[in-house]
T-cell receptor, first 114, second 115 residues
């Protein structure tokens, strides 16, 4: 079955510390992978995506993610977290179907301590 | 470019009432989607429309109907609202990349409470 797992429901980091949010997927075909961010009361905004090529992808707001096929993972990282990064983060996987459907993880809420 | 717009932003219904959530996109996307978001459950796909004139069920379609009015507009209807439909509803749209899936762009959401 196709699925996305974000093992950490809630993470708290200090401002200026590094961040890694985990994402594991199960997908039967070539995965297309996405990270979205949702600020409180807002819709989802794309941070970055991976379709093919270089397995380390750069996104907006200083985020990056690394695709590891052998581990079925697509973890999101940021070297130094800012208070404005506090939000909910969603990992999603899609593929080569012509429907464009995505499967979302349950989300990780990031809290940033001053 | 407004992107994806949704109306209304907030709505309170009584059990048994009906309503339609409206969604429109101005990006000339073929595909449109309706999700609901509940605490701890991520986003769950209700219905989607891969192209104008087609609609298909997603993961949680019971109690909902949709209409793809034209390429721009995709509405979600609750015929007889139930408290279990209290949720935040998001509309999204996407073009299709070379291989299929492409980025989905989301609207700001509709917060629905059913009493």
């Amino acid at each position: 079955a196709q699925s996305v797992t974000q093992p950490d429901i809630h993470i708290t980091v200090s401002e200026g510390a590094s961040l890694e949010l985990r994402c594991n997927y199960s997908y039967g075909a070539t995965p297309y992978l996405f990270w979205y961010v949702q600020s409180p009361g807002q819709g989802l905004q794309l941070l970055l995506k991976y379709f093919s090529g270089d397995t380390l992808v750069q996104g907006i707001k200083g985020f990056e993610a690394e695709f590891k096929r052998s581990q079925s993972s697509f973890n999101l990282r940021k070297p130094s977290v800012h208070w404005s990064d506090a939000a909910e983060y969603f990992c999603a996987v899609g593929g080569t179907s012509n429907t464009g459907k995505l499967i979302f993880g349950q989300g990780t809420t990031l809290q940033v301590k001053p | 470019n407004a992107g994806v717009t949704q109306t209304p932003k907030f709505q309170v219904l009584k059990t048994g009432q009906s309503m339609t959530l409206q969604c429109a996109q101005d990006m000339n996307h073929n595909s449109m989607y309706w999700y609901r978001q509940d605490p701890g459950m991520g986003l769950r796909l209700i219905y989607y429309s891969a192209s104008e004139g087609t609609t298909d069920k997603g993961e949680v379609p019971n109690g909902y109907n949709v209409s793809r009015l034209n390429k721009r507009e995709f509405s979600l209807r609750l015929e007889s609202a139930a408290p279990s439909q209290t949720s935040v509803y998001f509309c999204a749209s996407s073009g299709l990349g070379q291989g299929g899936t492409d980025t989905q762009y989301f609207g700001p959401g509709t917060r629905l409470t059913v009493l």
